[in-house]
């Protein structure tokens, strides 16, 4: 009778566990084949952002939703490893997919604990989850979920599961993977991180939210000493080294990625290529651009253009507060709020966003973005001195409590009140030989204004272009001794294609005859008129496309010699390459290569090279001469001031155009060509004698001075075909024992008997002559 009473239960539970695992294999003959192939892990490509390296292979910015950096299971540090696998799944390399000790472990654990206190996940069952199913917490999905571990352990060995985890778990802050996590919470490669920092980022797939060191550090470093304790008990690291680890303080990068130089405009030029090539697809795939830009070249074009457009700011007056708040009394979260109203504004490099505290005629305290209280006086407010006055002309302006202000330090690391210029500025550097961009700044600060000025600024290029209008002259005959009448002019609208027109020279005075080196050295723009009626504006409308101008854009018309046309920086850059390089006509370009993932090349530069297979659009004498007129715009002309350079082999052009609305100066060394450019992007007056001279040739010494620091001065040797003659300054014919000599094309020397060349003296003396 004991015996049947006895039976009855275990007939039962042999019933229902024989029920059970009929129920459990049915479920998985239906399950089963509606399990994901697993195709996706056999060609993993996980999505790795689209990336932008400087020519050095420096990253300048970095595209895509999820920041990732692939590395394999071998390159892996092994405390990592062993700091994964005591956190995750300490018998990985044991179970199958399903580690069932685990599972009992935890169910034990969490009976005892009253409540899910650990779950049993292996990282297999992680990787299935991750890659194929949902986070929702359901039966179905965990028995998916194991079904998936096992056929997962099948196909693939442990390492490459492992290394699949490793690359693919989400860690916070858009990082996918140890490696993108690394950099982002401590700024540095997997290689260099310490035990304590690889305990760290093994606690996090536990909760990226919970345990993110950024947000939560106490949390974190409690989820560490966990990880480091359960390496202790798992005898991967020493008491002593446990003991270490706990105490090694770590520093968290709580910034939004650095990259190695401001480049921002040259990074948008190149995401905006590789999306048109690539489509969404160009973010995912890890691809990889290499640009031609250098460090030392876009800093120095950076700094160069920042301190040239605050110059002029600053010369033109403090406009006051960028906006007001209110300031709570007696507030307790006065910290916490000011950040609040601060956050909208963004910094512009060391030009701060700062709320005024407290303000006096002498003394302003400000409260900086970011926690500090800074207090300035003396020098500090001079720029703003009249907004801390009671001048009523500013009195709604005035500087005081809830003022809304910039701040930057000056040479002498004292804070002083700034303001960000309105004036907008562009640079473009490039190797005059073949187009390579070595440095490009599209406009004074990325983040306030993504508009690319070098690309996509169409200006008035005034004085600037009038090298293009005297180079077509030369080829109808004309010479640098050529004498041009600098007289008053006056045309009617016919003439003009607009409205009668009398053209002034800048200086308002009139010089009579001059030779042309004279009048472009001075700019003189009678002078230039003058050229063009005698060449016709429509040859030189014809004969400027050969420097890759758009002739439509440049109607013929008399205007056209003062640059009344519309160019690009970029354009006069391609431009001027054609004087440095010998008259060959070059085609600009930032993108020296484009890899894929594993480093292949998907496409590289072709560029067109001064002498090899760049086509030549003008005579070689041509450029020279034109060249040789251009230096003496530097030695003795509009742009002496970059004589400080201290260089002989530098040439250019300053620009002005009417009403001083757009500045330029355009110039070039022979194996550098800078283009610089300043302006308002709805065009307005920069101001009286705002003159390329004055606000853009300053850009263009500070970028030349560091970028031809270590490149020995160049020597122009005349091409064949160039003869030297002594001509009469005033006359500008040639006569025996003139008093200056000249640059001639052979079959253009002046009138009066032929001279050789070497009776003259030598190229050197030429250059240093006073025409």
């Known amino acids: 009778m004991l015996f049947r009473w006895l039976a009855y239960p275990f007939l039962a539970v042999l019933a229902a566990s024989l029920i059970g695992v009929l129920l459990i294999v049915f479920a998985a003959l239906i399950i089963i084949p509606t399990l994901p192939s697993l195709e996706i892990l056999t060609d993993y490509r996980p999505k790795i952002p689209l990336r932008i390296y400087s ?35 300490d018998r990985f390399y ?8 685990g599972v009992l472990r935890a169910a034990y654990s969490n009976f005892t604990g009253g409540g899910a206190l650990q779950g049993a996940s292996t990282i297999t069952m992680q990787v299935a989850r991750n890659f194929f199913l949902t986070k929702e917490k359901t039966l179905t999905r965990k028995f998916s979920e194991a079904l998936l571990a096992f056929k997962i352990e099948h196909s693939l060995s442990k390492d490459k599961i492992l290394e699949l985890y490793i690359n693919q778990i989400y860690l916070g ?16 490669s997997l290689d260099d991180i310490n035990l304590a920092e690889a305990a760290m980022l093994a606690g996090l797939p536990k909760g990226p939210s919970r345990f ?24 991967l690291i020493s008491s002593e080294k446990l003991a270490m680890a706990e105490k090694q303080p770590i520093a968290i990068h709580r910034q939004v990625r650095n990259f190695a130089m401001p480049a921002e405009y040259v990074v948008e030029m190149a995401r905006q290529v590789i999306y048109q090539r690539f489509g ?42 960028e906006a007001f708040i209110e300031l709570p009394r007696n507030d307790t979260n006065l910290k916490k709020n000011l950040e609040e109203v601060l956050q909208p504004f963004n910094d512009s490099n060391d030009i701060h966003i700062a709320v005024v505290l407290s303000a006096s005629s002498n003394s302003v305290k400000a409260y900086h973005k970011g926690g500090e209280v800074i207090q300035m006086s003396g020098d500090g407010l001079k720029f703003a001195k009249r907004f801390l006055t009671d001048d009523p002309k500013v009195s709604n302006k005035r500087i005081r409590p809830g003022a809304l202000i910039r701040i930057q330090k000056n040479e002498k690391n004292v804070w002083q009140i700034v303001q960000l210029p309105q004036v907008e500025a562009a640079l473009v550097a490039i190797d005059p030989m073949d187009g390579m961009v070595r440095a490009l700044v599209g406009g004074f600060d990325f983040n306030l204004n993504q508009f690319n000025h070098v690309t996509q600024a169409w200006r008035q290029a005034g004085s600037s272009f009038k090298p293009f209008i005297y180079s077509a002259s030369l080829e109808k005959g004309f010479t640098p001794a050529t004498i041009i009448n600098d007289a008053p002019l006056f045309f009617n609208a016919a003439q003009t294609g607009n409205k009668s027109w009398e053209p002034k020279n800048f200086d308002g005075k009139f010089s009579g005859p001059i030779r042309m080196r004279v009048a472009l050295a001075q700019s003189k723009n009678l002078a230039s008129i003058r050229i063009l009626q005698a060449i016709g504006p429509r040859y030189a409308q014809d004969y400027i496309t050969r420097f890759g101008f758009d002739s439509n854009r440049h109607p013929p018309f008399l205007p056209m010699a003062l640059g009344a046309g519309s160019v690009t920086p970029m354009q ?29 090349i998907l496409d590289h530069a072709r560029p067109m090279v001064a002498g090899k297979n760049a086509k030549q659009v003008i005579d070689p004498r041509n450029a020279f001469l034109m060249t040789s007129m251009m230096q003496d715009v530097i030695q003795r002309g509009t742009a002496t001031s970059a004589k400080r350079l201290g260089r002989n082999d530098i040439a250019g052009k300053t620009g002005t155009t009417s009403n001083f609305i757009d500045a330029w100066f355009c110039g070039f060394q022979k194996d550098l060509v800078t283009i610089t450019w ?28 560091k970028a031809l620091k270590n490149i020995p001065v160049a020597t122009y040797a005349p091409p064949k075909g160039i003869t030297v003659a002594r001509i009469n300054p005033g006359t500008g014919l040639r006569e025996q024992g003139g008093a200056i000599s000249e640059y001639f094309f052979h079959e253009q020397l002046p009138p009066e008997a032929d001279l050789p060349a070497e009776e003259f003296g030598s190229i050197e003396e030429l250059w240093n002559q006073s025409f």
Request: hydrophobic letters at 35%.
């Open 212 to 235: 993110n060191p950024v947000v939560n550090p106490k949390r974190a470093k409690i989820r560490q000493r966990y990880v480091l304790k359960r390496m202790h008990e798992l005898n």
């Open 280 to 321: 969404e697809e160009a973010y995912t795939r890890g691809i990889k651009v290499f640009t031609t830009v250098t460090k030392s070249d876009q800093e120095a074009a950076y700094e160069a253009l920042r301190k040239g457009a605050l110059e002029y700011d600053n010369r033109h007056g403090y406009r006051g507060p």
């Open 55 to 89: 020519a050095e292979g420096l990253l300048i910015g970095e595209f895509g939703e999820e920041r990732r950096n692939f590395i394999e299971i071998d390159e892996t540090p092994t405390y990592l490893k062993q700091a994964i696998l005591a956190a995750e799944d």
């Open 173 to 188: 802050q858009r990082s996918y993977g140890f490696s993108a996590a690394a950099q982002t919470y401590f700024g540095k």
């Open 572 to 600: 006069m850059a391609a431009g001027y390459a054609a004087f440095a390089n010998g008259g060959f006509r070059i085609y600009p370009y930032f993108i020296d290569r484009i890899e894929d993932d594993q480093g292949r």
């Open 94 to 101: 044991q179970h199958g997919g399903v580690d069932y000790i």
């Open 678 to 705: 300043a302006g308002f992007d709805e065009p307005r007056t920069l101001g009286r004698n705002e003159t390329g001279g004055r606000v853009t040739l300053p850009i263009w010494i500070n970028y030349m001075e």
